[in-house]
């Protein structure tokens, strides 16, 4: 902490900025799991700083992404369950940039609140730690804003950002995508970090039984189950680039299937998914059936238990699940590539 850093006017205007010192105090220990060679700084400076390790690359290229957690937090409110949180804010980020082939290299956060409850804020940056951990990138920086008559006093938002270097040769294109390929999923954990909004609306949330276990869900509860972390993709693309070929990648995040899988998918030709390969996770089962929402539209929502989607020759496919099942992965095939101007087609 700061000594004589303490001003009584800004407390009672309702900034306590030594709860803020506090906070940090209570993180350093989730951060500094994070380090990597590459942390050049301490947190609490004006920048984070890192050293590019650019052995073996012949044109480096940064990659950068940033993203929120969205109305998932409404969930975290209701629960007072604040330490998965942040490994949703860090996925959004770093699932997106590892689309391109980039792996991460550093994270920084931003936590806006109503009132700073240090400990409150620590259990969100765990969060964001074991996130990092994942993905295998530093935490190298953040802020905290505490604004009070803005937020509530016991709400926040939360978001991120993360850079990530990839070698221009080995950046993911679809430009050598054709009919044949394959498309393979990687099982999502949950929904997620997307279509929160309409999830609330389903289960009127604010006045339903979090807590209390539902059959449907094997005997979880339906806050348990929602507040399921998003799983992070980074390390088992990662081993899946280095030995095979990959032609596109789609991290499926709101707008479903139908926004995300085209984004990888060259014009003339179409990702046709068979929806019976589908692995439909049984939460999505209770939203829809919960909302009356017709299948269409869930796959344009959610991710439906496939949080991406890897498109590789058929040729290599054999070998890619292998090496994605070795990392923990229990990836599958979902579909294949096929000319068209559908873009995509699930049947």
């Known amino acids: ?150 937020y509530p006093e016991d709400e926040y938002d939360l978001a991120g950002y993360s850079t990530g270097i990839v070698d221009k040769d080995r950046i993911i294109n679809n430009k050598t995508m054709a009919e044949g390929d394959v498309i393979i999923a990687l099982p999502s954990s949950g929904v997620h970090s997307n279509g929160f909004s309409l999830v609330r609306k389903v289960f009127d949330v604010e006045n339903c039984d979090l807590k209390a276990p539902v059959e449907q869900l094997g005997g979880k509860s339906l806050g348990e189950v929602l507040l399921t972390p998003t799983k992070i993709y980074v390390k088992p693309v990662l081993a899946l680039l280095e030995k095979i070929k990959v032609k596109g990648i789609s991290h499926i995040t709101g707008g479903g299937f139908y926004e995300n899988i085209p984004r990888s998918i060259p014009e003339g030709l179409c990702a046709v998914i068979d929806r019976s390969a589908v692995r439909i996770l049984p939460i999505f089962n209770l939203i829809s059936e919960t909302g009356n929402i017709s299948e269409r539209d869930m796959f344009n929502t959610f991710n439906m238990g496939v949080g991406m989607s890897i498109v590789v020759d058929k040729n290599d496919a054999d070998e890619a699940l292998a090496i994605l099942k070795e990392n923990g992965e229990d990836a599958y095939i979902i579909g294949h590539i096929e000319k068209s101007d559908e873009r995509i087609r699930i049947c």
């Open 1 to 150: 902490m700061i000594e004589n850093s303490k001003s009584i006017a800004y407390a009672e205007a309702g900034v306590d900025i030594t709860a803020g010192y506090k906070a940090v105090e209570l993180m350093k220990k989730h951060i500094a799991s994070t380090e990597t060679s590459g942390v050049c700084s301490d947190i609490g400076g004006f920048g984070g700083l890192f050293s590019l390790d650019l052995t073996g690359m012949t044109h480096p290229i940064l990659v950068s992404g940033t993203d929120g957690v969205g109305t998932k937090l409404k969930l975290a409110f209701l629960t007072d369950r604040h330490d998965t949180v942040g490994i949703d804010c860090v996925a959004m980020c770093v699932n997106d940039i590892i689309c391109c082939g980039a792996k991460p290299l550093f994270f920084l956060d931003y936590i806006a609140c109503g009132k700073n409850i240090p400990e409150r804020i620590a259990d969100i940056v765990k969060g964001v730690c074991d996130g990092c951990v994942q993905a295998g990138a530093a935490l190298i920086g953040g802020e905290t804003a505490e604004m009070p008559g803005f």
